[in-house]
């Protein structure tokens, strides 16, 4: 318990007694930051991902590349089983070239990505721009008969916004304090949104504008600045899209949409989408690989990040960034020579973006199946409509030997310390394992479930799946999913930082004399509370 | 004096006596509240000069429609004497498209904007990348010889930089305290630099790159976050430029930049610039338009504001948002029907953004003289070796009639006070002037020196020239002579705000009993001080 005792940190969670308590072998934990700081490669593998490579869109030519590379550089360092782990997927997608243009009242180049999944245009396309806004089928009556040749405005146009914060921030100490807080669940009736209303209307949408014969439809960027995105879903093999698809810049749409409005200067706009779809290999690969243990080989640690990305620039700190600490992780250890009791297992995930694909094709093929969707009794129970948080839950043989999983998925920001997801027996061994980071500016364990990542659906078979907390810089304001998330962004030291305590955390779980502690497995959840106004 | 008293501003200057009383029309001030607020057209204006004439490079045929435009607006609104006032400025150029592509390692659509005044690629070009920074004649040397052929990156990429403070902000009362700072001159020797070394280097580069066979010249974007701004010069018919050049955005620059020092990934960059030059009239043109004088109407005030802009967006914020802001001032004024003693004049001045040339050449043939340079003894005194700023200078006889110019031109945020340039004397009279607006949050008259546009020469020659203060918003962060300056990013109430303040100053000193003290015309300046060390 002396290094608990020691440990400065404001916001230590003291470990009540030695249950919680883990050697951590300060040794090995020289060597990793010798590794990481002073023979670092996490930069030169994030540069290969990003400007090399480029955006990894799942199943893409772009992303099989980036599978075949990782497993290679996994093998080229040493590591064992390097192996690609399908899952049934759909059909990849990958941008050739583009462009947008407005050609009356005036000529002015515009910002514009194709959508993803959508069909190319077959050339220059151009017509007159219908501002049409639509959100729910319920809107197509409004448009109907009048969308036929056109170019079809779907969004509404909002006023645009300023940004009165700086987009690039590190968590100060009051953040940290203010992230240790435990998510208690409601039990009110959930509300009734169907989780799937987007992908239905974004499919009923193309249907009606087939119908209607629209020549494209054209998103708003959700982001000022001239930055795009171009997220879009259609990769099903028994959902294709039929009617062209681009996103143009806020800025652009919003002038397209205002000229619209004049009598005497309606806009012309001209589009190009060149784009290809893959379907020979409608899997999709997760890249997994081992240090093998020793004395406890049928247990194993996970660290894990998704290698696909959208496409609007190079998926860099979504999550080329990622990717690359857990790659140096492997590196590092494997560079120790490091010969574990438990197996060390390091996941590449694949669509990720999609809904988090690749890691819930784990879960489901490793350690535990659900119910099937269709039972009208198990459909009635709040949260348990969707297969992917499905009760009961059944444990395959696996289940056990998963001792501890850990994601990197919050962009290019050093880590500052781990959400323990509402494990308190787990909290006082990170908080014992964080600190000789502290003075790296890790230092926090918080109660807090973090979601969106490929860790979550660990959680909800009751697999100790964690993520850490990392500084946020600027990547919710201005990275995440945009054209200029590119290796510019990333910053070395932070990622350095982070494969050195992910590299740790590892070792640590790998050889900690007892696993780390586990929550109960996850049960029929309790009713809804009785009022649904109280 | 009983207003001063009343004035609740924490950093009024109170007035020392009377002599800096100024009666101020609280009726009329009423009815031009009224008519900016409730009757205003200061956004229809912008929009027509925004997203209808778009970007107005000097001399481009949208400045020409502008300048139609603008003319046509006074006469329409009932302005007198409206007119055309040229100067001799050079040809006009306009982008027709463009495009950037990388074609090698991968395919990858890039940000890019022809550089103003640059030539046609003549369709698409396609050529290796060399990287190489160039900031003096002294670089060439070094790349003499390996640019044939070449696409070459003049700029040294540089690391970037994250946004760690709010691109969007208004002043605090603090930050307008610390605004009323009066500029006290240095009579240290000036820096020994050449002010046109960046005009001259642009022609060295120009004409190297011509003997060297490059086949074009890329520049990085100064901003990150994929924006643009393509200025450039090269508009003076004695300067032709023969290279063409392109600004690609900071994130696609560099990451060319780092795939040029792989070994086996090295890019392809594609270019297509298609622009235009006119040269069937080299006079630029100042827009003025007169509400007559009564009484002495042989003196007039004057209000101002570049008409042209960059061309990499609309000239929002820069600067249709302060000529907006004029034309909104006479508009009121006229429905007002005011009939004020001394004439008030609104310009719209052209070449502002290739060296404030327009309120130059107005200074130049109506208000004062200056010695040509070649004189050795005249260009051995301090700061007299370019023309614009040379002694001696000789008042024309419309010196004095001229009795106080008012400019805008810091983008769209509300008008919060007024630079006095030093002009002690006006100060007071200004804070006179600005007390029935101190509710909306004019408050500040501060004794700074404001530079960098149209009042700037006015003041050079003793001519009472003011700028208004304005919050900031996103101007400099984002917004002044990017890509993203359109009509989005004004804000109406800011413009209408300025728009009544503006119109109000213009009424007071065109009503003042007593014309706006003076400063003393500038003579000979002291010698340096006598040693640079001390």
Redesign the interface.
């Known amino acids: 318990m002396k290094r608990l005792l020691i440990a400065v940190s404001a916001i230590a969670i003291l470990a009540s007694g030695p249950a919680g308590a883990q050697e951590v072998d300060r040794v090995a934990i020289n060597g990793i930051i010798d590794q990481g700081l002073n023979h670092s490669e996490v930069m030169r593998t994030a540069?290969h991902l990003t400007?090399?490579?480029?955006g990894r869109m799942t199943n893409s030519p772009?992303m099989r590349q980036a599978e075949q590379w990782t497993a290679q550089q996994f093998r080229d360092w040493g590591l064992s089983n390097v192996r690609a782990d399908p899952f049934d997927f759909g059909r990849g997608w990958s941008?050739?070239?583009?462009?947008a243009?407005m050609t009356a009242?005036?000529?002015?180049?515009l910002?514009a990505i194709p959508i993803a999944w959508t069909p190319s245009t077959n050339g220059v396309i151009s017509g007159e721009v219908v501002v049409a806004p639509m959100t729910t089928a319920g809107d197509f009556a409004r448009w109907r008969g009048k969308l036929a040749g056109k170019m079809v405005l779907v969004s509404r146009p909002n006023a645009?916004s300023?940004?009165?914060?700086?987009?690039?921030?590190r968590l100060t100490e009051e953040d940290l304090r203010n992230a240790n807080t435990y998510n208690i669940p409601t039990h009110a009736a959930p509300p009734s949104t169907n989780p799937l209303r987007e992908l239905e209307f974004a499919r009923q949408l193309d249907a009606f504008l087939q119908e209607e014969g629209a020549l494209a439809w054209v998103r708003m960027s959700q982001r000022?600045?001239?930055?795009l995105h171009g997220t879009g879903s259609g990769y099903r093999m028994d959902d294709q899209r039929r009617t062209p698809g681009m996103e143009l810049?806020?800025?652009d749409y919003?002038?397209l949409a205002?000229?619209a409005l004049?009598e005497d200067?309606k806009p012309t706009l001209e589009l190009m989408s060149e784009v290809r779809f893959h379907e020979e290999d409608t899997n999709a690969y997760n890249i997994l690989a081992d240090i093998p243990g020793t004395d406890r080989s049928g247990e194993y640690v996970m660290a894990g990040a998704h290698l696909d990305s959208w496409v609007a620039?190079?998926g860099a700190v979504d999550n080329a960034a990622g990717s690359a600490v857990v790659m140096e992780a492997a590196r590092i250890l494997k560079a120790l020579g490091v010969r574990p009791k438990r197996t060390i297992r390091f996941a590449l995930w694949s669509g990720e973006e999609q809904g988090l694909w690749g890691s819930l094709a784990y879960v489901d093929r490793y350690l535990a199946t659900r119910a099937p969707l269709g039972d009208t009794q198990l459909d009635g129970l709040p949260n348990n409509r969707t297969w992917r948080q499905r009760w009961p839950i059944q444990p395959r043989e696996g289940h056990g030997d998963l001792v501890a999983y850990f994601n990197l998925d919050n962009g290019s920001g050093k880590i500052r310390g781990i959400n323990a997801e509402g494990n308190v027996a787990a909290a006082p061994v990170f908080q014992d394992w964080l600190e000789p980071f502290n003075a790296m500016g890790a230092t926090t364990v918080s109660m807090r479930t973090s979601g969106s990542t490929d860790h979550v659906y660990m959680q909800t078979v009751g697999v100790p799946g964690f993520q850490f907390i990392q500084d946020p810089?600027?990547y919710g304001a201005?990275l995440h999913h945009t054209?200029?998330d590119?290796?510019?962004?990333m910053r070395a030291e932070d990622l350095r930082q982070a494969a050195i305590i992910m590299a740790a955390f590892l070792l640590n779980a790998a050889n900690s004399d007892e696993p780390l502690p586990r929550m109960p497995l996850p049960t029929r959840p309790t009713p809804t509370d009785p009022f649904p106004f109280q």
Chains 1, 2 share one sequence.
């Open positions: 540069a400007d090399r490579i480029g772009q941008i050739v070239r583009s462009s243009r009242p005036r000529p002015l180049d910002r645009g300023e940004p009165t914060e700086a987009p690039f921030r000022d600045g001239g930055l810049a806020a800025e919003r002038r205002r000229l004049t200067a620039s190079d810089l600027d201005r054209s200029i590119s290796y510019d962004h």
